[in-house]
Every structure is written in C-alpha cells, then in structure tokens.
C-alpha cells in the first residue's frame, strides 16, 4: 500500500519521495506517512475502510468548497484507500495549549486560540451543513437512537466491566432510554456534528487553526461538539474559562443560525454527560483492550467531569447516580512524563485481574505467587498482610518465599541494569496472588525496597487490594 502512496506522490508532484516517515495516528486504525523532496511535502494515508475513505474524501472536498479550514484534499487513489492531502505541519491545538493545561491558567494567546478555533466550529457546523450530502456519512448519516446506544453501550462494556463496577443492567437501561429521549429533543438545533471535535484534532499553522479527522461527522445537535471541545477530559479548562468560550461561541454562531441561547446553555450539562460517557467508552476500549496508555491517563480528567454533574445525575438517572458515585470512589491513576528509569511494583488478586500499565509498555514482569504456601488459609492471619511482621515470620520460615525472590531478583536486576544502561524510563513488576493480601504483598514491598536500595532509582509502590501506595524516591 505504501507503493501506491508513493505512486500519488509523484503523480502530484512530478519527483519521487526522498524521505518517508511515518506518523504516530493517536486512537486511529488510519496509517499516516510524511512524504517529503525538498520543499514538497504531504501527508500520505492510507485507510482500512473504504466507507470511511470515501467520507474523508467527500467532507474534506466539500468543506474546501466552503472555503472552511481544512486541510486540501491533493491525489487520491484510483480504489480509494489511500490519498495524499496538505501537509499542515506538527503543531496541534493540544499542544499549542500546554502551559494552560498543565498549570490551569491560561495565557492570552491561549485563550485567543480557544476562542478562534470555538469561534470556526460554528462555521463548520453551520456553513458545512449547506448542500452537504449525508449519504456519504460513515458509520451512520445522524445521530439518532441507534447511535446513542452504541455510545451509552461502549461505556457499559467497554468501561464499566472493564473496571468492576457493579451495576444493575435494566435500571442501567432504563436511564439511558431516559437519557436518549432527553438527547433526542426537537429543541435541539441540528446542522454537521463533526463528533470528535477536541484539541487533538486541530492544527495550528501559521498561528490559524485547521480541522482534521471529521470523517465520522454526521447530522446531529450542535450542543454535541461544544462540549466534546469544551469538556475534553485533558484539556483542563476552567469552569471560569470555559463560559467565556461559550458565550464566544454563541455569538458567533448567532450571525449563521437563530438560535435561543439560554435554552441552548440549559441543555449542556446533558451533552456533557452524554459525552463524557461516550469518551470513557472509548479510553476503556483503547486502554485496557488495546493498551494504549494515554487514554487510561484521562480518566481522571473525565471523572472530574462527572462528580460536577452529580446533582442534575441524581435528579434524573437514579441508577446511573449510584454507578457514577461508585466509579468516583475508585482511584484513578495516572502516569506523569519523565526521563529517568522509574520502577513500578504492584501486588494484586487475580481475581480482580492482573494490573495495567499506564506507562503503556505492556506490563513488564508478571509473578505468579499462588505456589507458595498461603497464610490467608489461617484464621490468625486473615485480618493481616504481607507488611505485618507475624505474616512475615510464617512465610519466611521455611524459606520458600525468600527462594522463590532471588529467582524473582535476578530477572529484574538484569532488566534494571539493562534499562539503565539504554535510557529506559518505565519498567513494571506485578506480583499476584489469590486475594493480593499476603504472598503478593511480601512479595511486591520485597521487591521494591531491594531495587531502591540496589539501584536507588524511583520505585512506585502500590499494594493494589490494599489500596496503599508508596513512593521510594531517588
């Protein structure tokens, strides 16, 4: 497939590519190249769909049409599964605002950005709208009862299972078919739902932000891509902020669209809900079943905005209420940036599933403790852990733990030293047993004292069922 990308290329250009390199594509199935000679440079692509090629294709020429800030549309393959279009650089909106959102307090070329890109999606919207040809729309040319479900349902399965919470399946439904009603209202204005619309997907090129992956836009509510920009989970902006991009908004998008902007503020906290669900539907799909690390990192961000909308929650989906208060009572982890080697050391059950790493380096080693003699089979022991010294009396004993360690010891030694010496940054190291309470808890607090104190590196400690964490620092 790549022959045929280099293919369009010198078809556009009249040269052959002197450099192709390829490109991280986030949550996407899309493969993505920068084919560059000399100053002539694009991206390339390549699809897995044709249906989804063909509503790239159509939206991106139709929205060139509308003179809307997209990236040009430059060759297409003759089958329609790959394409070459405007290289519009490197820098995307989510980074552009980075100071913003690491520290909460946005500066004045940040906000001016934010309201210019808010300001343009109403004109996407709007504007996109006109003469637009739906049939083209991929997976589904609205949003309507069925696509509210496959949402409401990727967070159910998805999220839900995949973190253990508990929950009644028909009182469940019950809310989501009152939730759906509520989306479903005729006072919601409708014009091109653009779906994914959040700082990931903007570009910004000579200081003028550009739209991209809208392949999955479809007819729908205008509220859904205010809130997907505006309550994207890491974007971190203020509530302050927030309303003052909103209003922005809604004065822009009242020259294109009569629109009753109270009522329109009045509906976001049901969109904010709505989407939200929808997201962590998508970070438990791409987390915890394709291992993506960034996506688990944003529960936290998403969670935040869900305990804002627990009153509105508790007055309209009881059943859902209780779900939410139950997720906001788990503890959400999160992997912050770093350059030197930083050891993470987990005990656990197997029962609850074998830990993931953030990091998204696949889980490093996994110790099966199960073997060793168990004290939680005895009364006297069962209250206790594998910190408290009785404990430790009875499975160091007859040695059997101590022996089954320094196999454990010289596995991650070599692992350590190896890492250290190639500049690696994360190594993770579970230990498992039947209720992560004794053998593993040993076993794990063992092991991170041993590699702080051999190496003296950063050792993230965390007793998983106990709910304890530890930092031993450099």
């Known amino acids: 497939m790549e022959k045929n990308l280099l293919q369009l290329y010198k078809a556009y250009f009249g040269e052959v590519p002197t450099s192709i390199a390829r490109l991280s594509a986030a949550g996407s199935n899309r493969s993505y190249y920068r084919l560059t000679h000399a100053d002539k440079t694009s991206i390339g692509v390549i699809g897995t769909s044709l249906e989804e090629n063909e509503a790239f294709i ?65 004109h996407v919207q709007i504007k996109g709208n006109e003469k637009y040809d739906y049939s083209y729309s991929y997976p589904i040319a609205s949003f309507d009862e069925r696509s509210i479900m496959w949402d409401l349902n990727y967070f159910k399965y998805d999220f839900l299972k995949a973190t253990g919470v508990v929950f009644q399946e028909d009182r469940l439904e019950d809310d989501f078919e009152h939730l759906k009603q509520l989306l479903l ?91 939200t669900l929808q997201v962590l539907g998508a970070y438990g799909f791409r987390g915890y079943f394709e291992h993506k690390a960034h996506f688990l990192q944003s529960i936290p961000y998403a969670m935040k905005n869900l305990e804002a909308l627990l009153p509105q929650v508790q007055l309209l989906f009881p059943h859902l209420y209780k779900v939410i208060k139950d997720l906001l009572a788990k503890e959400w982890e999160s992997v912050a940036p770093h350059d030197t080697l930083q050891v993470r050391v987990c005990s656990f059950s197997y029962k609850k599933g074998i830990p993931t790493d953030l990091s998204g380096n696949g889980g490093g080693f996994v110790f099966d403790c199960r073997a ?17 010294s009785t404990v430790i009396d009875f499975l160091e004993e007859n040695a059997e733990i101590t022996s089954f360690l320094e196999h454990v010891y010289a596995l991650v030694d070599a692992s350590v030293e190896r890492y250290l010496k190639r500049g690696f940054t994360d190594l993770m190291i579970s230990f498992g047993c039947t209720g992560g309470q004794h053998r593993s808890v040993y076993a794990a607090q063992h092991t991170a004292e041993h590699i702080h104190r051999k190496y003296g590196v950063e050792v993230h400690l965390i007793h998983r069922e106990q709910h304890i964490k530890q930092i031993l620092a450099k």
Request: glycine fraction near 6%; include cysteine.
């Open 58 to 122: 159509y939206t991106a020429t139709h929205f060139s049409l509308m003179n809307l800030s997209v990236p040009r549309l430059l060759a297409v393959s003759d089958d329609k599964m790959c394409y070459l279009q405007e290289d519009l650089g490197d820098e995307l909106l989510f980074d552009y605002i980075k100071q913003g959102r690491m520290t909460g307090i946005f500066s004045e070329y940040e906000r001016c950005m934010l309201e210019t890109t808010i300001r343009q999606l109403a």
């Open 185 to 275: 209202s005729n006072e919601h204005p409708m014009a091109f739902m653009y779906r994914d619309f959040q700082s990931r997907n903007v570009m910004i090129k000579d200081g003028k932000p550009y739209f991209i992956d809208f392949q999955g836009g479809r007819r729908g509510p205008l509220q859904y891509d205010v809130v997907s920009f505006l309550w994207q989970a890491k974007a971190n902006i203020p509530n302050s902020l927030r309303n003052e991009l909103l209003e922005a908004y809604l004065d822009e998008l009242s020259q294109l669209y009569p629109i009753q902007k109270e009522t329109f503020k009045e509906s976001i906290p049901l969109f904010v809900l709505f989407r």
């Open 372 to 388: 060793i003699h168990n004290p939680g089979r005895y009364a006297e022991y069962k209250p206790l852990t594998g910190m408290d």
